[in-house]
């Protein structure tokens, strides 16, 4: 029986040195935040298709670089946003693919603008480049390498009637007559 009480005694006592020598392990992972100046969206233009007709020849097309316009009138403006942050920094523009323009004087009048977007270093809307197919919700990258770290957007697209599927276009055809409006959302943070 002694001998049984000293095996377990013996037994326990290795059991529980067994544990205290169980190495630990540790890791270490650093945490690190790279600080850019605050980023901004200045609107400097509105985006307007002027007056046109309720019956157009062909889809309403506002182009960003100003060079193809159709169907639009004679006061049609491109949008115009200017991005402003770190030099050289890399900035993640997101937008919508259309948005619902409703009357304002009846709201049941509705027409689809699919949203078309350009971009530029420079304060160049006729040398801008696409930054995504009209009428797709976008997520494009771009730097802020001119020299004041600024990035210019140019903002067109086309009109089509309610129900018409964003990026498709259409013309117009006895477009119920109103002043149509919507508000454009878009969204910025670095890469």
Known sequence: MKTNVKFLSLAFVMMVMSFGLK???????????????????????????GTISATTPGVVTLDP??????????????????????????????????????????????????????GNTTDDAAGSASLGAVGVATTADVNLSSPDGDYFLYVGGNLAPKGTAAGAGAALNSQGVDTYAATLTFQLEYN
């Open 23 to 49: 190495a630990q392990i540790t890791g270490d992972i650093t945490a690190s935040a790279e600080v850019q100046t605050a980023l901004t969206l200045t609107k400097d233009v509105d985006i307007d298709f």
């Open 65 to 118: 670089t100003g060079a193809a316009s159709a169907n639009v009138g004679t006061s049609a403006t491109v949008g115009k946003f200017t991005i402003g942050g770190g030099d050289n920094a890399s900035v993640k523009i997101t937008w919508p693919a259309s948005v619902n323009l409703v009357g304002t004087n009846n709201p049941t009048n509705e027409m689809v603008y699919s949203v078309l977007v350009h």
